[in-house]
């Protein structure tokens, strides 16, 4: 099955600093690249996704690229601020058919400081 | 609020009990996703249902089943509850099953064994 990655399992920046989370995927069938955000006892929201046929996406301060050959995406955040601490998940998804279904298969998430 | 909603929202019972989470996918969405979140494993998929159909399973235990309603809310039914079983259990739904639709998540039910 798909194994997701994630790299640092902590991030520690300061205000105003940029981030970056870095994800490998490990199956070439996944085609849809989400990023959520946890905040301490919440629910994960999406903030970002990136599908397979585009190789960058930008939202503001947050971008996410990918490289389909190496099979790794990245989240960047610039300009960062207090409020965006919190737990980061990079995940993929497979979509196997009509009869298959679909399934997130998550990193192991980084827990991302910004300190005023 | 993303418009899913699960309760009870804190579940507390002992080891060797069964328990039921209840899920109310976003109004118009026919995919519903469970998902299982504890300290050493992250986030965990265990199965999704489309339109009253069990479609991809991923790790779920045995003792788990789960099933979706014509009404098209979600049950995930845990037995024989073990210590390792504690986590937050979040549901999720999406309109359609393929890749590219959004997953919005529900508050989650932390369950605690004892």
């Known amino acids: 099955g798909e194994n997701v990655e994630q790299h640092p399992s902590t991030l520690s920046v300061q205000e105003g600093d940029s981030a970056v989370i870095k994800c490998t995927y490990s199956?070439?069938?996944?085609?849809?690249f989400p990023w959520y955000k946890q905040e301490l006892g919440k629910r994960p929201q999406l903030i970002i996704d990136?599908?397979?046929?585009?190789g960058e996406k930008k939202d503001q301060r947050i971008a996410v690229t990918l490289n389909k050959t190496a099979k790794h995406f990245s989240l960047h955040i610039t300009e960062t601020q207090p409020e965006d601490s919190a737990v980061y998940f990079c995940?993929?998804?497979?979509?196997?058919?009509?009869?298959?279904?679909?399934?997130?298969?998550f990193g192991e998430g980084t827990q991302l400081t910004v300190n005023p | 609020d993303s418009g899913v909603t699960q309760t009870p929202k804190h579940l507390i019972t002992a080891t060797g009990q069964r328990v039921t989470l209840r899920c109310s996918p976003r109004?118009?969405?026919?995919?519903v996703y469970w998902y299982q979140q504890s300290l050493d494993q992250g986030l965990q998929f265990l199965i999704q249902?489309?339109?009253?159909?069990?479609?991809a399973k991923g790790n779920i235990l045995e003792r788990f089943s789960a099933q979706q309603f014509p009404d098209l809310h979600s049950e995930l039914n845990l037995s024989s509850l073990e210590l390792g079983d504690s986590a937050l259990y979040f549901c999720?739904?999406?309109?359609?099953?393929?890749?590219?639709?959004?997953?919005?998540f529900g508050p989650g039910t932390r369950l605690t064994v004892l």
């Open positions: 999720a739904s999406s309109v359609r099953q393929g890749s590219y639709n959004e997953q919005f």
């Open positions: 199956d070439s069938a996944s085609n849809y």
């Open positions: 990136i599908r397979s046929n585009v």
């Open positions: 995940a993929a998804s497979i979509f196997g058919g009509e009869t298959s279904g679909s399934r997130l298969t």
């Open positions: 109004s118009g969405d026919l995919s």
């Open positions: 249902y489309y339109n009253g159909e069990e479609r």
